[in-house]
């Protein structure tokens, strides 16, 4: 599991690539903060496409970043979600709080 | 139709386990033909019995993990033990959102078992240990090999 931060003005990419679970997620949630700590950004995009693998933990790292951000007064993105991961999203209700980007929102998913 | 198997593992409650014991499983459920979907949701259920053993069972040891998984007719089955401290109030820790693990924790892990498994059960006795049961019907699919 590995992150690549990129920011651009006041917006930081966190490109997230490999699988995210309670074991990987400790390191990127360093990593991410520690980037959001320095460079102050005005919003964070978490990229999710070349994520292959995510369980709840994910979620914990999404609502983690977004607490954190929002007591700055910063946003988050959520992009590049395939329908894997946005069945996940979708249980965990996140999207009522966060914007994700995904090309099958709204699109209805079995089980 | 696949004919019956089974196979057991005992891991210790390490977190680098977590992404091995999901590994294996899928391997395992792999004779069933299952999608992608399938397989994922299978994973990410394992994934969240694995870590609940981990965060939950053994906060401050390291314990074993028990499992066990069949295949019969198209249907996994995967059974994880721990000996750990149990849940007090398995109903309320099986409440989404509920956790105790603090705020990197989603408190979906139950939900997520249930939601993307076809059958759950959750037996548990404080001091004792926790088994999860859980189910999955692989789709049965036109084979080509007949």
Known sequence: MAVEISLSGEVITARLTGEIDHHTAVGLRKEIDNSIEINMPSLVILDFERVSFMDSSGIGLIMGRYKNLSKRGANLNISGVNPRLYKMMRLSGIERIVKVDSPLKGEKFDG | ?146
């Open chain 2, 1 to 146: 139709m696949a004919d019956k198997n089974c196979f057991s593992m005992i891991v210790d409650s390490r977190s680098v386990n977590e992404s091995f014991v999901r590994s294996v499983i899928s391997t395992f459920a792999a004779v069933l033909d299952p999608t992608v979907e399938e397989i994922s949701d299978i994973k990410t259920a394992v994934s969240e019995v694995v870590t609940n053993c981990i965060v939950h069972a053994y906060p401050d040891t390291i314990g074993k993990i028990y499992i066990k998984c069949n295949t019969e007719g198209n249907v996994l089955t995967v059974r994880i033990r721990d000996k750990g401290v149990g849940i007090p109030d398995v109903k309320k820790a099986m409440e989404p959102l509920y956790t105790t693990a603090g705020d990197e924790r989603a408190g979906l892990g139950f939900a997520v078992m249930q939601s993307f498994m076809d059958y759950l059960r959750v037996y548990s006795k404080p001091e004792k240990g926790t088994t999860v049961i859980m189910k999955k019907h692989i789709s049965v699919r036109y084979d080509l090999r007949r």
